[in-house]
């Protein structure tokens, strides 16, 4: 089978089949945060935060570029969101890595403290919330937006499905292609990807986790091949 992968990095989504990667949305960085980098250092610095909390694996070498000029201290936790952001630390020296569950963590580490949020180009809603929730206060640095890929509108190669892994994704493929780019069967990574296909083009998707999430190989539901 061969998928037209429109999400940013379809490394771990390989075993799917064959992966021809025509990204809808592009990763730049987002000066307005960038600017905000000299007042969280300080901040750092001075022990505002007790830690630094990572949703995505590209966050990892986005904040610690930025800031590689600069000594962490070393009283800082780290946490991470998912094992390959976790792995992302790992590969840039960071060793002692939290699961960012707030259930994982811990009461000690969440209760009354102060964290730096460091988000991929995705709103870490969920997380976000059960933080909150659980009694944390969180400072957003999201250094990087999307926008729509300057290659979106080229002609599509042959294929047989299409994968989409964000809402915004889908949104700019639909504002390209129209209803004739989700003519193929569809598959999504999760629930609000599928709703808002069905949103835009009335036509359902089946939801395919990748492999590290879950290793099972889908199976076209009848609605999907239509």
Avoid: C
């Amino acid at each position: 089978m061969t998928i037209l992968f429109t999400g940013l990095d379809p490394t771990a989504f390989r075993s799917f089949g064959t992966l021809i990667h025509r990204p809808a949305l592009q990763q730049v960085p987002d000066p307005r945060h960038f600017r905000r980098l000299p007042g969280i250092l300080d901040r750092l610095r001075t022990g505002l935060y007790d830690g630094l909390l990572f949703t995505s694996k590209q966050a990892v070498p986005a904040f610690l570029d930025a800031v590689s000029a600069h000594h962490l201290p070393s009283r800082l936790h780290f946490a991470a969101e998912g094992h390959q952001t976790r792995r992302a630390l790992n590969r840039r020296g960071v060793s002692k890595v939290w699961d960012a569950e707030v259930d994982s963590l811990g009461a000690d580490f969440v209760v009354d403290r102060h964290w730096l949020l460091l988000p991929g180009t995705h709103a870490p809603g969920p997380l976000r919330r059960s933080w909150l929730e659980a009694g944390a206060t969180l400072t957003e640095l999201p250094l990087h937006r999307l926008r729509t890929h300057p290659t979106l509108g080229a002609t599509l190669p042959e294929h047989d499905a299409v994968y989409f892994v964000s809402p915004s994704g889908v949104r700019a493929w639909h504002q390209v292609y129209g209803d004739a780019g989700f003519r193929k069967p569809l598959f999504t990574i999760g629930a609000a990807v599928s709703d808002t296909v069905l949103e835009l083009t009335g036509r359902p998707s089946d939801i395919w986790l990748p492999p590290h999430l879950q290793s099972t190989i889908p199976t076209l539901s009848p609605e999907a091949q239509k």
